[in-house]
């Protein structure tokens, strides 16, 4: 090994210890669940390719997969929106997403969109796809802090797939907004996760990738953030801590 290698290893380790010692003691940390820990993108991916297959590709001629993906997706995220915003409800969002995208397709029917419906709710939960380095980082906070999920994410969905990816037993609480009645970013849920973790917020640790929902929300009460940033995209975004990569949350814990 170089010298000047050696001295640029010394001097990370420096800064990283210093980093840590500089860095207030957290007691709670607080995950968001999709995006985050669970890879949503991924996992959606899978399960939209098995869908497809299942009931459109015998009736679509040729493979329209990825024109159908790139529909489903902007209705999604459309409608995601309304959904947080209190202006769409859950049933309205869980078919709807599927019917505007097969009206794309010159395709109107019900039945149909019921069952691309009911079988993403059975199917995407059993995904595993985990973001890298998750299992690892999760193993070596629970040892030292109070983890827990903060998630807007159906609870009938969100259970399966900490259980189905094993990574449940690492958490104390897990904080749905359905069984809150609040969704990030209001305050209130996050006062409310707070509360059931018999948690300070000048204790308290909020990690997640959505700049609006996750860390301005854990901003408003007072507790600090890690905004999680795997795809690299450049943003003004300010956050206590920016991080691309989960593993490098043991440079700050």
């Given at each position: 090994?170089?010298?000047l290698k050696k001295i640029l290893i010394l001097l990370?380790?420096?800064?990283?210890?210093?980093?840590?010692?500089?860095?207030?003691?957290?007691?709670?940390?607080?995950?968001?669940?999709?995006?985050?820990?669970?890879?949503?993108?991924?996992?959606?991916?899978?399960?939209?390719?098995?869908?497809?297959?299942?009931?459109?590709?015998?009736?679509?001629?040729?493979?329209?997969?990825?024109?159908?993906?790139?529909?489903?997706?902007?209705?999604?995220?459309?409608?995601?929106?309304?959904?947080?915003?209190?202006?769409?409800?859950?049933?309205?969002?869980?078919?709807?997403?599927?019917?505007?995208?097969?009206?794309?397709?010159?395709?109107?029917?019900?039945?149909?969109?019921?069952?691309?419906?009911?079988?993403?709710?059975?199917?995407?939960?059993?995904?595993?796809?985990?973001?890298?380095?998750?299992?690892?980082?999760?193993?070596?906070?629970?040892?030292?802090?109070?983890?827990?999920?903060?998630?807007?994410?159906?609870?009938?969905?969100?259970?399966?797939?900490?259980?189905?990816?094993?990574?449940?037993?690492?958490?104390?609480?897990?904080?749905?907004?359905?069984?809150?009645?609040?969704?990030?970013?209001?305050?209130?849920?996050?006062?409310?996760?707070l509360n059931k973790a018999g948690a300070n917020a000048n204790e308290s640790?909020?990690?997640?990738?959505?700049?609006?929902?996750?860390?301005?929300?854990?901003?408003?009460?007072?507790?600090?953030?890690?905004?999680?940033?795997?795809?690299?995209?450049?943003?003004?975004?300010?956050?206590?801590?920016?991080?691309?990569?989960?593993?490098?949350?043991?440079?700050?814990?």
């Amino acid at each position: 090994m170089s010298l000047l290698k050696k001295i640029l290893i010394l001097l990370q380790n420096y800064l990283n210890y210093n980093f840590k010692m500089n860095s207030k003691l957290y007691k709670h940390l607080f995950f968001d669940l999709d995006k985050t820990l669970w890879d949503l993108k991924t996992n959606s991916f899978e399960t939209l390719k098995d869908i497809y297959s299942k009931h459109l590709q015998p009736i679509l001629n040729g493979n329209n997969f990825d024109v159908f993906q790139k529909i489903y997706e902007y209705n999604n995220n459309v409608l995601w929106d309304g959904y947080r915003k209190g202006l769409v409800k859950k049933d309205a969002l869980r078919t709807e997403r599927f019917a505007l995208t097969l009206k794309e397709f010159g395709i109107k029917n019900e039945e149909l969109v019921e069952s691309m419906a009911v079988d993403y709710i059975r199917l995407s939960p059993l995904k595993k796809n985990l973001f890298p380095y998750t299992q690892e980082i999760l193993e070596y906070l629970h040892l030292k802090y109070k983890i827990h999920i903060i998630t807007n994410g159906f609870k009938e969905v969100q259970y399966l797939k900490l259980n189905h990816t094993g990574i449940i037993k690492y958490f104390t609480e897990v904080i749905l907004s359905e069984e809150t009645g609040f969704m990030k970013p209001d305050k209130n849920i996050f006062l409310y996760s707070l509360n059931k973790a018999g948690a300070n917020a000048n204790e308290s640790l909020m990690i997640g990738d959505d700049f609006e929902v996750d860390i301005k929300g854990a901003e408003s009460v007072g507790m600090d953030q890690v905004l999680f940033n795997p795809e690299k995209t450049i943003n003004n975004e300010t956050a206590t801590y920016k991080i691309t990569s989960l593993i490098e949350l043991k440079d700050i814990l």
